[in-house]
């Protein structure tokens, strides 16, 4: 009985191009994570699973004014950019996904990962009020323009924390689907498609 490797020639060729440049199963990966961590936007939680840090109460009053109730307690979408910043490029060893890179930097996608402590000096500014007809201040600060009250204040040193609130990262769901993605592409190689 004679066995011929010839029906394994071309699956040994197409293996052989497959190992020497995996760029095509690098971008799946890549695609399949950007999508998977895209959802971290939604559901609020790092690759670990845990929630992310509430927003401060300061910060959930600032956006009722400007955005309403809806948008108050938005984590890391307020306007959307971080969100859509979320890219992938792949080469034949490695896929690299960014945070903050596309098109512009969004410059904040690094604090936001890892959390900050920024420390502002001690300093002076200028508040803006508004006076009712009667000579009484209203409550609450205006824009300049719409002031005709102001008043020079010292603002002492302080420190901002900014919790870390992650999203890249590869969760153990993660793990497993690359590797049933990486399953997958040399099992189609398999069958030559």
Known sequence: ME????PMAGFIARLQAAVNDLSPLMDEIG???????????????????KPWAALAARTIA???????????NDILVYSGDL??????????????ISLGVRGNTVAYAATHQFGAVIRMRERTQNIYRKVDKHG???RGFVKRKKSNFSQEVKVGAHTITIPARPVLGVSA????AINKIVEEYFLKLSYGQ
């Open 83 to 96: 969100a859509d910043s979320l890219s992938h490029q792949a080469n034949s060893d490695q896929v690299v």
């Open 3 to 6: 066995y011929s490797l010839e």
């Open 136 to 138: 009484n201040l209203k």
């Open 31 to 49: 695609g399949h994570l950007c999508t998977e961590w895209a959802l971290r936007f939604e559901t609020k939680r790092g690759p670990d699973g």
């Open 62 to 72: 600032r956006r009722m004014k400007t955005k309403g109730k809806a948008a108050a």
């Open 173 to 176: 769901e993660d793990r497993l």
